[in-house]
């Protein structure tokens, strides 16, 4: 993908996604982790490059979590309006960010234990991929409960739990299965990225 296309596009999202957000704390929260990302990502750009199926899956994912936090993700407009035509009992779009959560870093830990060559074997290396995206889920759960003890009714939203007694578990399942999907859906495709990239050096 074009550098200066992946740019212009994070920015405009960025810069949308803070003009009035619902909610200017959770917007800090479901934000920050995108600009960390970029940022770590321009750190690196020259000594790793990455594919341009991961950099998109990192764009798409950066937008995801902007739109979740302009509007936060329990009051995403488009979501609402699935939830009543299907009759929903909740906003679901906190379900697609957790299942993304799960598919995007599963391919951006395959391409960095492929790069450095860290774990050669094909099987223990996805293995190790499903259990660094469930432990990373639980981490991120982790978190989310840690500011909601600290800063009490502002994490209301952050949380978007919306009443549902199972949602922490479920976002950690949807993050697995979408690191399983990942993987299974994708792997060729990169691994055929990967091998264009080792033909340049």
Not at 110 to 131: M, Q, S, Y
Not at 135 to 159: C, K, M, N, P, R
Request: hydrophobic share 50%; with cysteine.
């Amino acid at each position: 993908m074009n550098k200066n296309i992946w740019i212009i596009t994070f920015t405009l999202f960025l810069i949308w996604s803070g003009i009035n957000p619902k909610d200017q704390f959770t917007w800090l929260l479901e934000v920050g982790p995108a600009i960390i990302g970029a940022a770590v990502m321009a750190k690196t750009y020259k000594t790793f490059h990455l594919t341009p199926l991961v950099y998109i899956l990192i764009l798409i994912h950066c937008v995801i979590l902007m739109i979740g936090g302009h509007y936060t993700y329990a009051e995403v407009p488009f979501f609402d309006y699935l939830k009543d035509i299907f009759n929903f009992t909740r906003n679901n779009y906190d379900k697609v960010g957790h299942f993304v959560q799960g598919f995007v870093p599963a391919l951006i830990t395959r391409e960095i234990l492929i790069g450095k060559n860290v774990i050669p074997d094909a099987v223990w290396r996805n293995f190790f991929i499903l259990c660094f995206c469930l432990g990373f889920s639980a981490f991120y759960e982790l978190i989310e409960w840690g500011v909601a003890l600290a800063s009490g009714e502002d994490a209301v939203a952050f949380l978007g739990t919306q009443g549902y007694i199972w949602d922490t578990q479920s976002d950690m399942g949807l993050a697995l299965l979408g690191a399983i999907i990942g993987l299974f859906s994708l792997s060729k495709l990169h691994d055929e990225q990967l091998l264009k990239i080792n033909n340049r050096h």
